[in-house]
């Protein structure tokens, strides 16, 4: 039997957790199947569901939900295989979904979206592949912790509006983003605000 960290058919591949959130989805859950030939589409043993909330990340969702899920599921769909009580019970493969590995590639900041599009995908991709953006001049900067707010503030997405001591705000279409935490290009993770005073970088601005 194996693990599979979303609700099968729905999410098969290896990202199964990143892209339910990069979605927007607000539940996913686990599968425990019977492997064969495909790729996860074996027959389904059991399965659990749970909430994403507005603010999950995937570290959120893995380490708060899924994981310890996982773990009693297991062990209840090795009781249920010992007692000769398992089922097998055939996906639905009409339903059935598949997204790539979630790469750099897919984490890519589209400040141009709206703005629970651009956090969503800040979220799924928090704390890998982690999401990222570049300044001006090219340098690349990974976005990790933050907040969205509805606020709507004159600027371009993407543009600078505020620096403080715990983070900067940036202006989405249609919102706020309030980041927390940066990576530098080949450096390690930072407060964002603190990141800001060392890089001189000013409101307005603008990653790109």
Request: glycine content about 12%; charged content about 25%.
């Amino acid at each position: 039997i194996q693990y599979h960290p979303s609700l099968l058919p729905l999410h098969r591949g290896s990202s199964a957790m990143n892209w339910p959130i990069i979605f927007g989805r607000t539940e996913t859950g686990l599968s425990v199947f019977w492997p064969d030939e495909g790729m996860d589409t074996g027959p389904v043993l059991l399965q659990k569901s749970c909430e994403i909330g507005p603010d999950d990340t995937l570290g959120s969702l893995y380490f708060e939900r899924l994981f310890p899920m996982g773990v009693d599921a297991m062990a209840e769909a090795v009781a249920l295989v010992g007692a000769g009580e398992a089922p097998r019970i055939e996906q639905d493969h009409s339903l059935s979904t598949y997204e790539p590995p979630c790469g750099e590639e897919h984490a890519r900041i589209p400040w141009h979206e709206p703005a629970q599009l651009v956090y969503d995908r800040i979220r799924g991709c928090n704390p890998q592949p982690g999401a990222w953006t570049t300044r001006r001049g090219g340098e690349r900067l990974g976005v990790f912790d933050s907040r969205l707010t509805p606020d709507n503030e004159p600027g371009m997405p993407g543009a600078v509006i505020r620096i403080e001591e715990d983070g900067i705000d940036v202006r989405l279409n249609g919102g706020v983003l309030h980041v927390k935490r940066v990576q530098p290009q080949g450096a390690r993770k930072v407060n964002a605000g603190e990141w800001a005073a060392e890089v001189g970088l000013k409101v307005g601005a603008r990653f790109r």
